[in-house]
């Protein structure tokens, strides 16, 4: 497994040894010695959550004020554009994002650790998105920050989309980051 550090403290992108002949491919998708190794991160997983989505489908931006979640993300099938936003106020980079594509094909993943807001845009003609959490999945707790707030600014990969990503409602109703609750 090889960890790279992303422009932001405490996010990876992941890629791991993948074995491949003939009959087609093996890798390990998490071993946890293997990842405290590589990050410094023990994390303990509790949750996968699996999805599955059509293009220009946006997810998010999501996250927990309490029993806030890290995540290790990664696309099963398709690709897509996954974005963490800083939301820790102590953080040099509160406000800022980082944005990867992962995909199905080059295997990577992407570790978002607890204070971040998380999303993702599908850039191909399906997605199938499985992401493991670090604590459960707390509805009474959950957040959404505006995808697409100008003061995140994020670039995502929008050429080609029929006007607008395709949004829940619960999306929709995303906070500006001047108004959203951050982490301490």
Do not use: C
Not at 25 to 38: G, I, M, Q, T
Not at 106 to 116: D, E, N, V
Not at 142 to 164: C, K, M, Q, S, V
């Amino acid at each position: 497994m090889k960890a790279t550090a992303a422009a932001i403290e405490g996010v990876w992108l992941i890629e791991p040894e993948v074995f491949g002949d003939a009959r087609g491919f093996f890798f390990e998708s998490y071993n946890r010695r293997a990842f405290r190794a590589a990050t410094g991160v023990d994390a303990e997983f509790v949750q996968d959550n699996h999805s599955r989505s059509s293009r220009g489908v946006l997810r998010g931006l999501h996250y927990q004020v309490r029993q806030p979640q890290g995540k290790l993300v990664r696309a099963l099938h398709g690709a897509i554009f996954d974005v963490a936003v800083d939301l820790r106020k102590r953080s040099p980079s509160f406000g800022k994002w980082v944005g990867v594509e992962l995909s199905a094909e080059s295997k990577r993943q992407a570790y978002i650790p607890p204070g971040f807001a998380h999303g993702f845009l599908v850039i191909s003609e399906h997605a199938e998105v499985l992401y493991k959490t670090t604590d459960y999945y707390a509805p009474e707790h959950e957040r959404t920050l505006r995808w697409d707030d100008p003061a995140i600014g994020i670039a995502w990969p929008l050429e080609g989309l029929r006007g607008e990503p395709s949004l829940s409602e619960k999306d929709r109703r995303g906070v500006a980051l001047s108004a959203a609750e951050a982490f301490a």
